[in-house]
């Protein structure tokens, strides 16, 4: 069952960025372990081991025509595809437009380094 709030961050999405959420939703939910927490700030969708940044793993930010997958330890995660963006100390982040960009063998390999580097 999706949490409230998690909910009202999707429902205030767009159809098609909802669906791309939805779709990276599930993959996130595959990868990382079940005891994981899934919250929501505004239309950011976390996912980490305690709620805040301290123990986040990734968040899914969605915005009116794509959803970033952020990585809180991105700046560390072997990234040979070149799939993450951003210049934050920390964290980066993989740009989600289309279904395709969901289908990568290197975002789910991304997720799956992060919640390693978090074990």
């Known amino acids: 069952m999706t949490p409230p709030d998690v909910d009202a961050a999707l429902a205030s999405a767009s159809e098609t960025v909802r669906g791309l959420a939805l779709r990276a939703r599930a993959l996130i939910l595959e990868v990382l372990p079940a005891d994981i927490?899934?919250?929501?700030?505004?239309?950011?969708?976390?996912?980490?081991t305690t709620p805040g940044y301290q123990g986040?793993?990734?968040?899914?930010?969605?915005?009116?025509?794509?959803?970033n997958l952020g990585l809180a330890n991105g700046v560390d995660l072997p990234d040979p595809e070149g799939l993450l963006q951003g210049t934050g100390k920390r964290?980066?982040?993989?740009?989600?437009?289309?279904?395709?960009?969901l289908d990568r063998p290197a975002l789910r390999e991304l997720l799956e380094a992060a919640c390693q580097a978090r074990s």
């Open 91 to 101: 964290h980066r982040n993989v740009r989600i437009a289309t279904e395709s960009d």
């Open 37 to 48: 927490l899934e919250t929501a700030d505004g239309t950011d969708i976390g996912y980490g």
């Open 56 to 67: 986040l793993i990734c968040v899914l930010n969605l915005h009116p025509r794509w959803v």
